[in-house]
């Protein structure tokens, strides 16, 4: 069977004010739900207020939600870090999550130890965009 080729988007945001475990659940579920309503699938990452997501689907309902995460006044510096087309690399989540605050990088996984030390910085994903793509793979396998 062939794998569903669709779009996809990455992009980094800061959130204005760091947020509480609560506010997080509430923004995931709210993104899982809408994800789900418009076929979307992703991965999004929060560390101290920066948020770093990948989204995937069609290319309409994709420019629909960016246009919306863009004049979301909970944050600013939205900067879209790649666009793309290939396969579905999230099938299976509407919106993957993880908290990296308090996520400790295991020394054995070779080359995760560096990613994990890369701000979620627009201006060093403009210059490294596929370490964006590769810091979201990481926890591709972790199910949250």
């Known amino acids: 069977m062939e794998a569903e080729l669709v779009h996809s988007i990455v992009y980094r945001s800061t959130a204005i004010r760091p947020l509480l475990d609560g506010e997080l659940l509430w923004l995931l579920n709210q993104a899982r739900a809408e994800n ?25 309902e994709l420019e629909l939600i960016y246009g919306r995460i863009e004049r979301d006044p909970r944050h600013v510096r939205v900067t879209l870090i790649r666009t793309d087309f290939g396969p579905r690399l999230f099938p299976n989540w509407t919106m993957g999550f993880k908290n990296l605050r308090d996520w400790r990088v295991n020394d054995s996984a070779i080359g995760v130890t560096d990613l994990m030390s890369v701000p979620f910085d627009a201006s060093y994903f403009g210059e490294n965009p596929g370490k964006a793509l590769a810091i979201l793979l990481c926890f591709r396998g972790l199910e949250t």
């Open 36 to 60: 789900r309503r418009l076929g979307l699938t992703g991965m999004l990452l929060y560390r101290d207020g920066q948020f770093l997501q990948l989204l995937e689907g069609g290319l309409r």
